[in-house]
């Protein structure tokens, strides 16, 4: 599976079961891109599965500044689809403290935090089938 993140124009595909394999959207334009990515995913991370989050997310800020906080939305297609699976998600609010840590994280620090997961009906949030896209939204 691929992990897609973005900041409001940025685009990583976040593999469901682990793994990251970075691949930039063509539609990206480099001053439109947030310094902070959506580096992995996980499904089976004990810490998070333990405090009932089951999404552990790896951010990474590769600016030359610090991040006073960073939210996210997860947008999930089907592999070799194109509808997004989660639409209501896509209206949670990026205050949602499920989805948003005010963790600063220095400039090429990496940070792990612990998410809720998307509803999506007829599947698993960890299903081979999904992939995933990330849209951050930093300060």
């Not at 593999?15 to 930039?24: K, V, Y």
């Not at 997310?57 to 006073?68: F, I, M």
């Not at 994280?105 to 612990?114: L, M, R």
Request: hydrophobic share 35%.
């Amino acid at each position: 599976m691929r992990i897609m993140g973005a900041s409001l124009a940025l685009s990583f595909m976040l593999a469901g079961c682990g793994g990251s394999e970075e691949e930039p959207d063509a539609s990206t334009t480099k001053t439109a891109q947030s310094p902070v990515v959506a580096e992995s995913i996980d499904f089976a991370d004990k810490d998070c599965a333990a405090q009932g989050l089951p999404i552990a997310l790896v951010l990474k800020n590769n600016g030359s500044e610090a991040t006073r906080s960073v939210s996210w939305h997860f947008a999930v297609n089907r592999v070799n689809h194109s509808d997004n699976l989660t639409g209501l998600d896509m209206a949670t609010p990026f205050t949602d403290a499920n989805r948003r840590t005010d963790r600063i994280i220095a400039p090429g620090e990496s940070f792990k935090v612990c998410s809720s997961a998307p509803s999506i009906e007829g599947y698993a949030p960890d299903s081979k089938e999904l992939e995933y896209r990330v849209i951050l939204d930093t300060k």
